[in-house]
């Protein structure tokens, strides 16, 4: 079965069954405008006509396995046609009203520093991110994440990662309805920071991009899309070479060759960390876009003083973006820790002070099971327990 929104192969089946060429643009509008996911449902199409095409074509071909929803994520496992598993979070952001600042200030205080109720009546949906996989599972070995414990499976093609995009503006549509206004809610950012290495998965990760960035297809501000990378230098290159103009985000997580080594061996030992940041200063002065660097709080392993001061020596010069990521605990690892709120925020005023911008996530990665791949790595482990406790 074909994608209905794979373009070329629609293009040149319309042409070879004598389908108006009008057809085509009805179609694209129908799946990225109106988000629908069901070739049933383009009702701009005859019956006869959507009856033909579902002979060749589908638009959805995930099953949805399981679904976790919170105030601020809502959480997807899906299978995909050859049964492997993904996992895409779609994130809303709520700003509160201005007529409730003072009091939401006030509750946040008193009851905790992260937790605090989201209601319509209080908030106002923003934006929209999402945060998609491009591999089942991944052969990086980052010690803190539980995604390669899952071993790695396949590349995503580029049709399978628009699909989690195309899913969830659908799945949004249902949700919220139409705005005030008249128009809808849909995804505005797409982030690769689900299960993968992206730049492992090079060209269909190209593939995808520019399916969202055209007019045609998505139309996706430039801006609005960011590659997340464990550090794959090669490949950073390449994204200059390809222009493809997306910003980046490099999961830094350590300042010194020795900790990064520990923490991500495989890519730490291939690419040091003076070639990784050789290369970093390439892509800026190359593409002007300022770098976002992730860095995980561990603690008593990434968050001590003398790694700070390590920290803000190497971003100093360099037009950073850090932002703190607090290690989300899980049962792959059970001996790292997540570091003491007070830590972060000491570390963060440190590095900080020396002209390098630093925020710190928030619950909204943690709130529905955190980090990418820990909601399967636990539905995978329960299995194996029950399959082992079977045998006995
Ligand atoms: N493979 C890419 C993108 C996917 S991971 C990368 O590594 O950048 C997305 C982000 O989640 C990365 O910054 C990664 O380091 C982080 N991450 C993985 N496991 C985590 C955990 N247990 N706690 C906090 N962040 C984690
Ligand atoms: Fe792979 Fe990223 Fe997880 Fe490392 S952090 S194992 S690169 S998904």
């Known amino acids: 079965m074909n994608y209905l929104f794979n373009t070329s192969i629609l293009s040149s089946y319309l042409k070879e069954h004598k389908i108006p060429s009008f057809r085509l643009k009805q179609i694209q509008q129908a799946i990225n405008k109106e988000a629908i996911i069901d070739i049933d449902e383009i009702t701009t199409l005859s019956k006869d006509l959507r009856d033909q095409l579902k002979q060749d074509f589908v638009i959805n071909d995930f099953k949805l396995k399981d679904k976790v929803e919170g105030p601020e994520t809502t959480k997807f496992l899906f299978e995909l046609a050859d049964g492997k598993i993904i996992e895409t979070v779609i994130m809303y952001h709520w700003h509160?009203?201005?007529?409730?600042?003072?009091?939401?200030?006030?509750?946040?205080?008193?009851?905790?520093?992260?937790?605090?109720?989201?209601?319509?009546?209080?908030?106002?949906?923003?934006?929209?991110?999402?945060?998609?996989?491009?591999?089942?599972?991944?052969?990086?070995?980052?010690?803190?994440?539980?995604?390669?414990?899952?071993?790695?499976?396949?590349?995503?093609p580029w049709q399978e990662i628009?699909?989690?995009?195309?899913?969830?503006?659908?799945?949004?549509?249902?949700?919220?309805?139409?705005?005030?206004?008249?128009?809808?809610?849909?995804?505005?950012?797409?982030?690769?920071?689900?299960m993968g290495e992206p730049l492992l998965n090079y060209d269909e990760m190209v593939g995808s991009i520019k399916y969202m960035q055209d007019q045609h297809g998505l139309g996706l501000s430039k801006r609005h899309i960011t590659i997340s990378t464990s550090g794959v230098a090669d490949k950073i290159k390449q994204l200059i070479d390809d222009k493809i103009d997306v910003r980046l985000a490099l999961s830094l997580h350590a300042p010194n060759q020795e900790l990064r080594a520990e923490l991500i061996p495989m890519i730490a030992r291939r690419w040091d960390i003076d070639e990784l940041m050789e290369t970093i200063d390439y892509y800026t002065k190359a593409t002007g876009n300022r770098l976002f660097y992730e860095y995980i709080m561990i603690k008593d392993k990434t968050d001590s003083e003398d790694i700070w001061h390590q920290l803000w020596k190497l971003l100093k010069k360099r037009n950073a973006h850090v932002n703190l990521?607090?290690?989300?605990?899980?049962?792959?690892?059970?001996?790292?820790?997540?570091?003491?709120?007070?830590?972060?925020?000491?570390?963060?005023?440190?590095?900080?002070?020396?002209?390098?911008?630093?925020t710190v996530r928030d619950t909204l990665w943690r709130d529905v099971k955190g980090a990418c791949g820990q909601l399967w790595y636990e539905v995978i482990m329960k299995r194996r327990i029950e399959d082992m406790e079977n045998e006995l």
């Open 325 to 358: 990521i607090p290690y989300n605990e899980n049962p792959a690892m059970p001996d790292l820790e997540t570091s003491e709120y007070d830590m972060i925020i000491a570390f963060k005023h440190t590095v900080e002070s020396h002209w390098v911008t630093v």
């Open 162 to 194: 628009i699909l989690q995009i195309l899913y969830a503006n659908n799945y949004i549509k249902q949700k919220f309805g139409k705005k005030e206004d008249g128009t809808r809610n849909r995804v505005r950012n797409v982030v690769f920071m689900g």
């Open 96 to 156: 509160v009203k201005p007529e409730y600042e003072d009091d939401i200030k006030q509750r946040k205080i008193l009851r905790s520093r992260t937790n605090h109720d989201i209601s319509p009546e209080t908030h106002k949906l923003n934006r929209i991110t999402i945060c998609i996989s491009s591999q089942v599972w991944c052969a990086v070995w980052c010690i803190f994440c539980v995604t390669w414990k899952l071993w790695f499976k396949k590349n995503l």
